[in-house]
């Protein structure tokens, strides 16, 4: 508590670090992004895993001021699930109050009501398929995008379906990224022409770069 008796906005930060956004409709621009510590899921496919418990507890202008040291226009807020901390929301008022780009990438398993998202539509190989939450469909617009890391053509199939159950396409972009290391690039490519179906494929502009490191 501070002197006044008023608890500080804080949040679990794991890593704050400037990188080339790697996905989606900003990909290419550098972008600071900042990884909030935990997340309630456990896809079989995580990249993130040291991010589920480690970080240190920041003041929302100690955010502010690290993310304004990187002078970038674009910022990404990203886990873990970064949702699953209820002073996200305030995180993301103030970067847009401050004038920045920006991005929430989220897992689809919390409530999206309150933002314009990027939200991961968890397929069945991610072993979270029971956690997508179908009312958040409802909320998404135009501004938004939804992804499915597809690890398989079972993945492939039941996203195809997904799509169509729920006319997500007429409400938001798709995006199809192949689970890095799991799924052919090559392969969705040509299962997605094959189809005529009308979703973006993306690679991980940073796992090709980078390959699987953190803080890149
Ligand atoms: S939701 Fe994201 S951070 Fe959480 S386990 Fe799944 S891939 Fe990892």
């Not at 900042?34 to 456990?42: A, E, S």
């Not at 100690?62 to 910022?75: D, H, N, P, T």
């Not at 807020?77 to 990438?105: F, I, M």
Request: aromatic share 10%; glycine share 6%.
């Amino acid at each position: 508590m501070s002197e006044q008796g008023v608890k500080p906005e804080r949040l679990r930060i794991n890593e704050i670090f400037h990188s080339l956004q790697g996905e989606a409709d900003c990909v290419g621009f550098p972008t600071v992004f900042v990884r909030l510590t935990g997340c309630p899921l456990r896809c079989q496919y995580c990249d993130t895993e040291y991010a589920f418990h480690a970080g240190d507890w920041l003041d929302l202008e100690a955010i502010l001021e690290k993310v304004r040291s990187f002078g970038a226009s674009y910022v990404c807020v990203t886990g873990g699930e970064p949702l699953a901390q209820p002073n996200c929301l305030k995180l993301l008022a103030r970067l847009c109050d401050a004038g920045y780009q920006v991005s929430l990438e989220t897992s689809g398993a919390l409530d999206v009501a309150a933002v314009d998202a990027r939200i991961d539509v968890k397929t069945p190989a991610s072993n979270e398929a029971s956690r997508n939450r179908i009312e958040n469909f409802q909320h998404l617009t135009a501004r938004d995008q939804l992804k499915f890391v597809i690890c398989s053509r079972e993945d492939y199939d039941w996203s195809k379906a997904f799509l169509q159950e729920h006319h997500l396409g007429e409400r938001c972009r798709i995006l199809f990224s192949p689970s890095y290391n799991q799924l052919s690039p090559t392969l969705l490519a040509e299962w997605i022409l094959a189809d005529r179906l009308p979703v973006r494929f993306q690679m991980q502009l940073h796992k090709i770069l980078w390959g699987d490191v953190p803080g890149k």
